[in-house]
Antibody, heavy 116, light 110 residues
């Protein structure tokens, strides 16, 4: 069965960076794009960007350009999202989501807390 | 301010039919597919409706989607207590070159 398993919760100080991983299993990793979506407490989901897992091409939301880096390791069937220059407003649950006619499978989420 | 606008809340009694609206523009709903997600507390969103009115495997046929112009709707018939959740619409936005989500509708089953 398809599974996306993300890395554990993180606590970071303002100005630091965080890197979240998303390990895929149960399907051919390179057959589907992978997206990153975050959700602040009580807020709507917010799309951050995606990676073409086959060729590594990426696109990120204008809101995060310059701060977000999305990569993948095909050999490990794992996608990564790194967000830099963290601020308190970046406190949220970060999800990876497979695109298969909408976001059909999601990771369990990774809570990133930014606090001094 | 969300690009896609949903009512913040909706409610119904068991067995009733409820609809949740999602209003957008020509750059998102007007020109692209609309997707609906259900989110239970503390869990990741779950895809309910994909391309127009297709349901992923395991989603009951009590859930249906529709679209007209720059608006879309999710209908839930035969309401059940387990349908109590947050519901989000989403679509690709050509102007923003990105995915946008609605503000969410909290459904209460009375």
């Amino acid at each position: 069965q398809v599974q996306l398993v993300q890395s554990g919760a993180e606590v970071k100080k303002p100005g630091a960076s965080v890197k979240v991983s998303c390990k895929a299993s149960g399907y051919i990793f390179t057959s589907y794009d992978m997206h990153w979506v975050r959700q602040a407490p009580g807020q709507r989901p917010e799309w951050m960007g995606w990676i073409n897992t086959a060729n590594g091409n990426t696109k990120s939301s204008q809101r995060f350009q310059g701060r977000v880096t999305i990569t993948r390791d095909k050999s490990a069937s794992t996608a990564y999202m790194e967000l830099s220059s963290l601020r308190s407003e970046d406190t949220a649950v970060y999800y990876c989501a497979r695109e298969g006619g909408g976001f059909d499978y999601w990771g369990q989420g990774t809570l990133v807390t930014v606090s001094s | 301010q969300s690009v896609l606008t949903q009512p913040p809340s909706a409610s119904g009694t068991p067995g009733q039919r409820v609809t949740i609206s999602c209003s957008g523009s020509s750059s998102n709903i007007g020109s692209n597919f609309v997707y609906w997600y259900q989110q239970l507390p503390g869990t990741a969103p779950k895809l309910l409706i994909n391309v127009i009115n297709q349901r992923p495997s395991g989603v009951p046929d009590r859930f249906s989607g529709s679209k007209s112009g720059t608006s879309a709707s999710l209908a839930i018939s035969g309401l059940r207590s387990e349908d109590e959740a947050d519901y989000y619409c989403a679509a690709w936005d050509d102007s923003l070159s990105g995915w946008v989500f609605g503000g969410g509708t909290k459904l209460t089953v009375l």
